[in-house]
């Protein structure tokens, strides 16, 4: 039996905030003198009736992160980092608290809530009503009583700072500052300061949206392998400082004639660690009376490279970009110093790419200096051993999360620090770091709870003694629900791929969006959504996150995206909520293809409904960008706007006019407009349905004139990408059709000897257009592969998290939303429950016997009416299969027959004669002969005496 369900109405309007129709809504922020890194408490008490008795809840906004307490206890204690993130500019979102059983009527009461500002710090966000983040918007309803934020609040500046939310940062907890029982209705807060008030009309451009999708949660525990002494030299994160460094002892002059010596200088990033803020770079002659002759750049300068610019070599520059050297040298060659800002040329690769500007610059030597010794400060010496009491724990697997660590003892005001990471032999990362400080007993524990991070390796520093692995515990957090679907076969291999793929995925999808990576961007892409939403919705109940995360979308809509994206347009940035970053069409093609898969999942138009007018929108940009040839071309000359597929085996499509990129972003296009005419039929417009009709079709002529070869079936080249791009969007003529197919095939099998040489998008299209053409031989031919490039060798190299490139040398990240894209295939190829809502019957099952040597198989999935269900054997002389169609569904089912109806039998009843199945007759996928079946909902035991 099911648990007991609730609903209730939100609030539905800006006015409803306040306490009766004439009071004015408040939020309620820290004092100035709380610095926005403090998170600060807030309290209100206050005498409830005793009539008040009955259902009471609190409806609480925030501009940033809340924990909310009623009488000491939290309100929500299996749920963190509260609200999910949105677009704070625009949308603030509150959380709905049924606090009935907290409260004591005819008792003194108090509602505490913990804040912090969170993505409010987030360079993207930080404007507007992020500002003054954190703020809290909070009303309690209770039968005859009512409570809102006003100025009669108190705050005080809490114990923890964090600089959480975006990537990087981390807790810091001072238990020397603690207040016991700042929760509670007891707690004297007469020495609190009264909060400050803002009036929600202050803010007219922001709605407040119910957070009405799973909240982020500990899912499970990851339990620490070790705990060891650090006993050699450990190489943190270097820290880039702000002065120039000198380069290479190679290049050190020697004495007079005196010539110049290079010499080196960074940029860093801005707190929040974002690619949209970076900090000024200065250079300057070391000696007075040079000046600044000329100017080149390295790529040093993704954040956690552990080398100073003694190690660059030629072959790390990339000067040699035009645009990028003349900006710089017009503002520095001929001046003994020049400031450089890149956040105004961030589209130059040296700029946009590498997170960090890092330039060599020489000097020319100035009148007097000519026979001056050069002097230059010693190279630096080996790294400095750690001071006692570092101590390294390994977690059990790599996760995304929290750590706690318990039963630590040191002196009184000890501060211990810990250092987060996620490679081998590097101690920090992307500025992942915490720290804890002993209060008063000398005895304490750690544990985070506004930020988090990606976690493997956590580097303690100043703990006396070492703690015991029984003490130290891992959170994994993430914002899917329980998940409904499951996979399993008879190769290892296989299965472990799926659950891999769950575990890379729950740990991208924290806080309400889907992120490339958990520590270096954590922006939520489009592209990487892309790969993984149907995999997705396969295996979790996301339909209330995938409308959230669309709305996303929606509401950055026209934002610029930091690469030149132009305001105020139709253009949809890369990345939402986050709105930086760099993509292209197939980014941005987020807003149509999870509507599309999410409507099929579910059959409910309502996601088409709310983000059709920004599906209209952004093709009316891409269609003012089409020219006299029919085909879309860049706007702007930035890579990141216009990037075709992305980090392939034999690199990345980045440059921007190619015909490569053209042809991706064109076949984008034409895909998207194709599915935005069918949503057009299916919402009622027959006109718009008939006019994306057309210019999909125009557009597929204009491709093949430009990129296709009608007597090869070539587009562009022989490379797979260039022939599943064309054949995935529809855009290849049925007669040419064939040609392309075994371009394909030949490439795969042949060419590159059955290994994938695909990228991000590639990747996705290619197995999603071989699954719904029956081809699960080509798919199980480069999922069986274990040597490079394959996601077998992932798994042979000891990966349990996808990393963003095939080469995982070359990549910062082992946890990446790049290759998700087989996910998609297991339930619904191998296991064989296919879901789509705009055909008939929405169901369709099909063992995946065409799968290599595959020999069983079974699966899960939620489908239009409930969970549908799959399991496959197959012998030498037999084939099994067990199915459940859910109540009120109705499904085809394919089963393997050489001899049509013949030998094919249900709960062993020849099968015409079998109780709610109907022969539908005889049909061919992939070579074989298949028994077409419709089936009503039931459970059922088929067989047949087909065998491979």
């Given at each position: 039996?099911?648990?007991?369900?609730?609903?209730?109405?939100?609030?539905?309007?800006?006015?409803?905030?306040?306490?009766?129709?004439?009071?004015?809504?408040?939020?309620?922020?820290?004092?100035?003198?709380?610095?926005?890194?403090?998170?600060?408490?807030?309290?209100?008490?206050?005498?409830?009736?005793?009539?008040?008795?009955?259902?009471?809840?609190?409806?609480?906004?925030?501009?940033?992160?809340?924990?909310?307490?009623?009488?000491?206890?939290?309100?929500?204690?299996?749920?963190?980092?509260?609200?999910?993130?949105?677009?704070?500019?625009?949308?603030?979102?509150?959380?709905?608290?049924?606090?009935?059983?907290?409260?004591?009527?005819?008792?003194?009461?108090?509602?505490?809530?913990?804040?912090?500002?969170?993505?409010?710090?987030?360079?993207?966000?930080d404007h507007g009503i992020a500002t003054n983040a954190p703020l809290i918007l909070a009303k309690l309803v209770a039968p005859g009583f009512t409570l809102t934020t006003d100025a009669t609040w108190k705050v005080a500046p809490s114990n923890v700072i964090s600089t959480g939310g975006g990537p990087g940062g981390g807790d810091s907890l001072d238990d020397s500052k603690a207040v016991p029982d700042w929760n509670t209705a007891t707690f004297d807060d007469s020495k609190w300061a009264v909060a400050v008030t803002h009036p929600l009309s202050s803010y007219p451009n922001?709605?407040?949206?119910?957070?009405?999708?799973?909240?982020?949660?500990?899912?499970?525990?990851?339990?620490?392998?070790?705990?060891?002494?650090?006993?050699?030299?450990?190489?943190?994160?270097?820290?880039?400082?702000?002065?120039?460094?000198?380069?290479?002892?190679?290049?050190?002059?020697?004495?007079?004639?005196?010539?110049?010596?290079?010499?080196?200088?960074?940029?860093?990033?801005?707190?929040?660690?974002?690619?949209?803020?970076?900090?000024?770079?200065?250079?300057?002659?070391?000696?007075?009376?040079?000046?600044?002759?000329?100017?080149?750049?390295?790529?040093?300068?993704?954040?956690?490279?552990?080398?100073?610019?003694?190690?660059?070599?030629?072959?790390?520059?990339?000067?040699?970009?035009?645009?990028?050297?003349?900006?710089?040298?017009?503002?520095?060659?001929?001046?003994?110093?020049?400031?450089?800002?890149?956040?105004?040329?961030?589209?130059?690769?040296?700029?946009?790419?590498?997170?960090?500007?890092?330039?060599?610059?020489?000097?020319?030597?100035?009148?007097?200096?000519?026979?001056?010794?050069?002097?230059?400060?010693?190279?630096?010496?080996?790294?400095?051993?750690?001071?006692?009491?570092?101590?390294?724990?390994?977690?059990?697997?790599?996760?995304?999360?929290?750590?706690?660590v318990h039963n630590m003892t040191a002196p009184p005001g000890t501060t211990v620090k810990f250092q987060v990471s996620t490679t081998v032999g590097k101690t920090l990362e992307f500025g992942m770091q915490d720290s804890y400080t002993f209060g008063p007993s000398g005895r304490g524990s750690f544990r985070m709870r506004f930020a988090y991070h990606e976690i493997h390796f956590i580097t303690i520093t100043g703990l006396p003694t070492a703690p015991n692995p029984k003490d130290i515990v891992g959170y994994r957090l993430t914002s899917l629900g329980d998940r409904v679907g499951d996979f399993e076969c008879s190769s290892e291999l296989i299965s472990t791929m799926y659950s891999t793929t769950v575990n890379n995925y729950r740990g991208l999808t924290t806080g309400g969006m889907s992120v490339d990576c958990p520590h270096r961007e954590r922006r939520g892409y489009g592209g990487d959504g892309h790969t993984s939403y149907q995999f997705a919705l396969a295996n979790y109940p996301v339909g209330a996150f995938f409308n959230k995360w669309t709305r996303d979308f929606a509401d950055v809509q026209g934002v610029p995206g930091g690469f030149g994206t132009p305001a105020g347009t139709g253009l949809v940035p890369n990345t939402a909520p986050t709105v930086g970053g760099g993509g292209g069409p197939a980014w941005g093609a987020y807003v149509v293809n999870n509507p599309w898969q999410t409507y099929n999942t579910f059959g409910d138009t309502t996601i088409l409904e709310d983000m059709y007018p920004t599906m209209v929108k952004l093709l009316a940009f891409y269609a003012s960008h089409t020219q006299d040839d029919g085909l879309l071309h860049p706007w702007d000359s930035s890579q990141w706007d216009f990037l075709g597929d992305w980090i392939t085996p034999h690199g990345s499509e980045s440059k921007v006019n190619s015909p490569e990129n053209l042809l991706f972003n064109n076949c984008i296009l034409h895909y998207i407009t194709t599915l935005v005419s069918r949503i057009s039929g299916i919402l009622g417009d027959s006109t718009a349905e008939a006019k994306y009709a057309a210019d999909a079709a125009a557009r597929a002529v204009a491709i093949n004139k430009a990129f296709g070869n009608a007597s090869t079936g070539v587009f562009v080249d022989m490379l797979q990408t260039h022939a599943v791009m064309p054949l995935a969007t529809g855009v290849v003529p049925p007669e040419v059709a064939p040609k392309t197919w075994s371009n394909l095939a030949h490439q795969i099998t042949v060419v590159n000897t059955g290994h994938l040489d695909t990228g991000l998008t590639g990747t996705y299209f290619m197995t999603k257009l071989l699954m719904e053409a029956g081809r699960n031989d080509l798919i199980f031919t480069y999922a069986n592969k274990t040597d490079f490039p394959s996601y077998g060798h992932f798994l042979a190299l000891g990966y349990t998290t996808w990393p963003e490139q095939w080469d995982v040398a070359n990549g910062q990240s082992l946890m990446h939303g790049c290759y998700n894209a087989i996910g998609l295939w297991f339930v619904e190829g191998v296991a064989g429950i296919r879901v789509h809502a705009s055909e008939y019957p929405s169901l369709t099952i099909r063992a995946g016997v065409d799968a290599g040597d595959i020999t069983w198989a079974r699966g899960q999935r939620l489908a239009l009416h409930g969970m549908a269900f799959s399991s496959w054997t197959l012998s030498s002389h037999r084939f099994?299969?067990?199915?459940?169609?859910?109540?009120?569904?109705?499904?085809?089912?394919?089963?393997?027959?050489?001899?049509?109806?013949?030998?094919?039998?249900?709960?062993?009843?020849?099968?015409?004669?079998?109780?709610?199945?109907?022969?539908?007759?005889?049909?061919?996928?992939n070579k074989l002969n298949y028994l077409a079946l419709q089936v009503l909902a039931g459970t059922y035991s088929f067989a047949s005496t087909w065998s491979r």
């Open positions: 039996m099911s648990a007991p369900a609730m609903f209730s109405m939100g609030i539905l309007s800006p006015a409803d905030w306040g306490s009766d129709s004439d009071a004015a809504p408040l939020l309620v922020g820290p004092t100035a003198d709380i610095p926005k890194a403090t998170c600060p408490w807030f309290r209100k008490t206050f005498t409830l009736p005793p009539t008040a008795t009955g259902t009471a809840l609190v409806y609480l906004a925030s501009v940033g992160f809340q924990e909310l307490y009623v009488n000491g206890a939290p309100a929500a204690p299996d749920s963190v980092l509260l609200p999910s993130v949105s677009y704070l500019p625009k949308r603030v979102l509150y959380r709905t608290y049924n606090v009935s059983a907290l409260l004591n009527p005819g008792q003194p009461n108090v509602l505490a809530i913990w804040a912090a500002a969170g993505w409010g710090t987030y360079p993207d966000m922001v709605t407040i949206s119910a957070d009405a999708m799973e909240p982020t949660r500990r899912e499970s525990v990851v339990p620490a392998a070790s705990v060891t002494m650090v006993a050699t030299p450990t190489s943190p994160e270097p820290v880039i400082p702000q002065e120039e460094w000198w380069g290479p002892s190679s290049l050190r002059p020697k004495p007079a004639p005196r010539v110049p010596a290079p010499f080196c200088g960074y940029s860093g990033l801005d707190p929040g660690g974002t690619t949209t803020n970076y900090e000024k770079l200065q250079l300057s002659c070391p000696t007075s009376g040079d000046s600044i002759a000329s100017i080149d750049f390295a790529v040093w300068g993704v954040p956690d490279v552990s080398e100073s610019c003694s190690s660059w070599t030629a072959g790390d520059k990339c000067g040699s970009v035009p645009a990028t050297t003349k900006w710089v040298e017009s503002e520095c060659v001929g001046k003994p110093t020049c400031t450089l800002d890149p956040i105004h040329h961030q589209g130059d690769p040296c700029v946009g790419k590498f997170k960090k500007l890092a330039v060599i610059a020489t000097c020319k030597i100035g009148p007097g200096n000519a026979t001056a010794i050069n002097t230059l400060p010693p190279p630096p010496g080996p790294p400095t051993p750690p001071p006692p009491g570092t101590w390294l724990v390994t977690m059990a697997e790599l996760y995304t999360g929290w750590f706690e099994s299969h067990n199915i459940t169609v859910p109540a009120g569904g109705v499904a085809k089912v394919l089963i393997p027959s050489a001899n049509g109806a013949t030998g094919v039998t249900e709960g062993g009843v020849a099968v015409g004669s079998a109780v709610g199945v109907t022969v539908l007759g005889v049909t061919t996928v």
